[in-house]
């Protein structure tokens, strides 16, 4: 099946892009072995499902959105309905990874539905990629890795800047063009 | 879910352990019941295998 008629069979979840296909590379080459891994915001469940079956990893996947949740698990994927990583113990993850909802969005043309919750990122396009670097480092272990895919469209150097006021160094490991955007994957270490 | 979740886990409001109540099962897999707060009493519903861990406040926020 395409991903224009999965596009159009799940209206209310994000369906794999680009960006889902170079965050789910960029993380599978850089795990080594039998690391736990959470993949917060699954959607349709692609990149936790290409982790799991790529490496020998063991891989949560979460989601705000019902639908997701619903169909990620049917993927085969390990799934929780979850706000970002609220449920999740403390220092537990060797990696997360992250393709957050990033575009730029005027106020005035929100339009409310679980679509625009997968891809809006409020005025500055960081509404959600901010209270997520606040809060990931409780849930990574001591030598644990973030892999949160950025676009140009946010602007890498703020979230950059933004993941250093919380401890974090940032690497890009992949970029790809797009006439639009660029989309780079960060990683982020302590 | 798988039941092992469970040491991943924990209450989204204060961080402390949950117990699996109620649970229903399909071969291994926790298909049903509740996931319980051991400090605060919250309890957290699985649904269709799936544990809803949003805070009590967020649950009922379904935009579309």
Known sequence: ?190 | MNESLLDILCCPLDKHDLELEDAEYDDDDVVGGDLVCTECGEAYPIEDGIPNLLPPDMREETPA
């Open chain 1, 1 to 190: 099946m395409g991903l224009e008629e999965r596009r159009d069979e799940e209206p209310d979840v994000y369906q794999p892009a680009e960006d889902s296909h170079l965050l789910a590379e960029a993380t599978c080459e850089r795990l080594e072995g039998d690391e736990l891994v959470l993949e917060v915001g699954t959607g349709s469940g692609y990149v936790a499902g290409r982790i799991a079956d790529r490496t020998d990893a063991r891989v949560i996947a979460s989601d705000l959105n019902p639908h997701a949740v619903r169909q990620a698990r049917g993927a085969g994927v390990e799934t929780v309905r979850a706000d970002l990583v609220s449920p999740f113990r403390d220092a537990t993850f060797d990696a997360v990874a992250f393709n957050p909802p990033y575009l730029p969005t005027d106020p005035e043309n929100e339009w409310d539905d679980w679509m625009e919750h997968a891809l809006s990122g409020g005025e500055d396009g960081r509404a959600v990629i901010d209270p997520f670097l606040e809060r990931v480092g409780r849930v990574l272990a001591s030598d644990g890795v973030v892999y949160l895919l950025v676009s140009s469209l946010t602007g890498v150097d703020e979230v950059v800047e933004e993941a250093g006021e919380h401890g974090f160094s940032a690497v890009a490991v992949a970029d790809e063009s797009f006439p639009f955007e660029t989309l780079t994957v960060l990683e982020l270490l302590r």
